[in-house]
């Protein structure tokens, strides 16, 4: 897809196949995490966070469920633990919701607790 300009905090259908193990395939939605200023000069990949529909209560930091609204047409949860960048040409179609900045910026919470390095002392 070229031409189309990204916002983060958007979620899109992507394809996300082919699958390897335990990673998510097939055609699903994903939130786009990217910072803006990259998004903003047509970086040729965008890291992504994948959606499912399999919910699990619970169960954060490692998912964060995602109301039914707009064009996301299933509750869904957000796979914190399987971020990745994904070429932009696997989007498809138009964004089917943003979920605002709330909701991002606990998304964002989310993903430092899940890559947090302690500071050390030198």
Request: no cysteine; hydrophobic share 40%.
């Amino acid at each position: 897809m070229t031409n189309t300009i990204f916002t983060q905090g958007d979620i899109w259908l992507a394809s996300l196949n082919p699958q390897q193990k335990s990673e998510p395939g097939k055609i699903r939605p994903v939130l786009i995490i990217q910072n803006q200023y990259l998004l903003d000069a047509n970086h040729s990949t965008t890291i992504v966070v994948p959606l499912t529909t399999n919910l699990i209560d619970d169960a954060e930091p490692l998912r964060i469920r995602i109301k039914a609204e707009d064009k996301l047409e299933k509750n869904s949860d957000l796979l914190i633990d399987q971020v990745r960048a994904i070429d932009n040409s696997r989007f498809i179609g138009s964004p089917l919701l943003n979920i605002g900045l709330n909701k991002l910026n606990y998304v964002i919470e989310a993903l430092h607790q899940l890559i947090y390095i302690p500071e050390t002392k030198d």
